[in-house]
């Protein structure tokens, strides 16, 4: 069973996918940029949900019946000491923002290593070296659009956006791979509704910063690379304790090296903005 199928299964709804306007943009409000800490039991995302997002995403919420938000956990990828991690937050019908979150302790403390882009989500993770990296995501519409790259020259320090397609294209990144810091392929889903060949490999000789045609195809493609270089890591769905749990093989026997709560809290109304202070009150 695929994490995305688990995570159905025990969160008990269907997620859906967001609306979303143009290419990825990186607007996050500041405060999600934070840090928490891993106390050995499921970690709980920080999200405020505010009301530019209920407007942004058409939720009906209320007081009385807020809107559930969701974490899903997509990908893991160890880079020596440092660990990295991507996926989503969503809610039961609307994809709200991507999440790359960082550890440079193997797992401890955990920090936003990209602010998160509104309507998107983030699914691969590759590290060729201690420098360079690439994150894939795409935005989630009612059909994936903007596929794009975060790409890190600096080990993670730093990422900067770079989209496949042009803004407002459709389809969505199916598989990448770097065999260097400047080759890299990478295969598109247009998705069923295409006039045209519905999967098409791309090819990069400047590390992701543009893309080149190679195939077109009806059929799905597939890269012709090495087997993952990381098999000892992997991230696992747990109904049990409504979490993603990501664990490194030691021997025999698969430990937990942190875990994250499927809940993120949930969208309502904020309170009603305090009036003007009448004369000769004091404001504080």
């Known amino acids: 069973m695929s994490l995305r199928a688990a995570h159905f299964l025990f969160v008990g709804i269907f997620t859906g996918v967001g609306a979303c306007s143009g290419a990825p943009q990186d607007t996050s409000p500041a405060d999600h940029i934070t840090v928490f800490e891993n106390q050995g039991r499921p970690m709980t995302v920080p999200f405020h949900c505010t009301e530019d997002d209920i407007a942004w995403a058409g939720l009906s919420c209320t007081d009385q019946d807020p ?34 979150f960082a ?3 193997g797992g401890k403390l955990w920090h936003e290593a990209h602010e998160r882009i509104r ?14 990296g690439w994150a894939s995501g795409e935005a989630l519409s009612p059909l994936p659009q903007d596929p794009f790259f975060l790409i890190t020259a600096d080990g993670g320090a730093n990422w900067k956006v770079q989209p496949v397609l ?10 990448f791979y770097f065999t260097s810091k400047d080759t890299g392929t990478v295969i598109i889903d247009r998705g069923e509704g ?7 490999l791309y090819e990069s000789p400047n590390g992701g910063r543009t893309w080149n045609v190679k195939q077109l195809s009806r059929k799905p493609l597939s ?4 087997e993952e270089r990381d098999k000892d890591w992997r991230v696992r769905a747990e109904r049990g304790t409504q979490s993603f ?35 000769g009150n004091p404001q504080h």
């Open 223 to 226: 890269l012709n690379r090495p």
């Open 166 to 175: 042009e803004e407002g294209e459709p389809g969505s990144i199916q598989q």
């Open 103 to 105: 550890s440079d302790d």
């Open 67 to 100: 809107c559930p938000a969701y974490f899903e956990l997509a990908a893991a990828e160890p880079l020596g000491n440092k660990l990295f991690v991507a996926g989503n937050i969503h809610s039961e019908a609307v994809t709200l923002y991507s999440v790359l």
């Open 194 to 200: 295409s006039e045209q060949e519905r999967y098409v």
């Open 245 to 279: 749990r990501i664990e490194r093989r030691q021997g025999d026997r698969w430990n937990e090296v942190a875990s994250f709560a499927v809940s993120a809290g949930a969208c309502k109304p904020g309170p009603p903005e305090a009036s003007p202070a009448a004369p």
């Open 119 to 132: 309507g998107a989500g983030l699914d691969h993770i590759q590290f060729l070296d201690l420098a360079n």
